[in-house]
């Protein structure tokens, strides 16, 4: 009875969408937020044939198709937002919301680093860069209930790299550590210590591990365990790892969990001068 009384006040809601709701960071409502999501993809053209991207880039064709269910997602949030009283269901809405926001930024970033002309390379605090990844993944650790152990070294370091590419790296692999243990049961453990000349991260989970068959495999594009999953993830970073010379050592346990280990250079490694 609930789901027909649901449906029935989103169809009345549909045609008059003026309900108070949330808002978005910079933005004043979630349908002011859809709104957004659906204007902000800069093609630099007005030709309707766009050609294709370059292999590895988002093309902004794709970027505009994706960007159209996103839109459709925010607007149902923001009716659903107007009929549900209950805050605790308001939580989920929430979680819907940033994690679209997420997606959107994160188009927008792809799109605008694709167009720089050299990969832009800066020092960043990598105790800040791990926070954000946490940030990043802080809903689902919710979710399933995982408890975070930050282990930092007393001194920070600041690293050269392409924030936004390391931001994607190492949150592909703390969320599949996520995804490897058990909800309410997980441990996941972020550890950096300096060690001869090298900055080192650890990302240690308590989940299910991984076989030593399946080890050798795992930054295999489209190899994957995971129900639902792509295989992409952890391909991904390891590429981004490796362009960026980060060393990269994975051992794990079957029932005991895994742990990946990052080497750093403290240098700042700048794109060769074009001569």
Same mark, same amino acid.
């Given at each position: ?33 859809? #709104? ?12 309707? +044939?766009?050609? @294709?991207? #370059?292999? $590895? ?17 925010? +607007?149902?949030?923001a009716m659903l937002e107007s009929?549900?009283?209950? !805050?605790?269901? *308001?939580?989920? +809405? ?31 605090? =990598?105790?800040?860069?791990?926070? %954000?990844?946490?940030?990043? #993944? ?12 930050? !282990?930092? !070294? ?5 690293? &050269? ?5 390391? *931001? ?30 090298? /900055?080192?991260?650890?990302?240690? %989970?308590?989940?299910? &591990?991984?076989?030593? &068959? %399946? ?6 594009? /489209? =190899? ?6 792509? $295989? ?5 970073? /390891?590429?981004?790892?490796?362009? %960026? ?11 005991? &969990? ?6 750093? !250079? ?5 794109? @060769?001068?074009?001569?």
């Amino acid at each position: 009875m609930f789901i027909f009384t649901v449906i029935k006040t989103l169809k009345m809601k549909l045609l008059t969408l003026t309900a108070k709701t949330r808002t978005v960071a910079n933005h004043n409502s979630y349908a002011d937020f859809a #709104a957004h999501t659906n204007s902000t993809v800069d093609t630099n053209s007005h030709n309707t +044939l766009l050609p @294709p991207p #370059a292999q $590895g880039q988002l093309s902004p064709g794709l970027a505009h198709e994706i960007r159209n269910p996103l839109s459709n997602i925010n +607007l149902s949030v923001a009716m659903l937002e107007s009929i549900i009283k209950n !805050d605790d269901l *308001k939580i989920y +809405l929430d979680i819907i919301m940033r994690s679209s926001r997420r997606i959107n930024d994160l188009i927008t970033e792809l799109l605008k680093h694709q167009q720089a002309d050299e990969v832009l390379v800066e020092e960043h605090s =990598f105790h800040q860069l791990l926070d %954000d990844v946490l940030e990043i #993944a802080g809903d689902r650790i919710t979710l399933r209930n995982i408890t975070v152990r930050k !282990d930092y !070294d007393t001194r920070d370091r600041k690293i &050269g790299m392409n924030r936004l590419r390391m *931001k994607i790296a190492l949150t592909n692999i703390i969320i599949n550590a996520i995804d490897a243990m058990t909800p309410e049961k997980g441990i996941l453990k972020l550890v950096t210590k300096s060690f001869y000349g090298k /900055y080192i991260l650890q990302i240690k %989970d308590n989940g299910c &591990g991984i076989s030593k &068959g %399946d080890l050798k495999h795992i930054f295999k594009p /489209y =190899f994957t365990n995971k129900q639902g999953g792509l $295989g992409i993830g952890l391909s991904t970073a /390891y590429e981004i790892l490796q362009s %960026d010379h980060v060393g990269v050592k994975v051992e794990s346990e079957e029932g005991e &969990g895994t742990c990946f280990t990052l080497s750093f !250079d403290n240098l700042i490694r700048r794109p @060769p001068l074009q001569l």
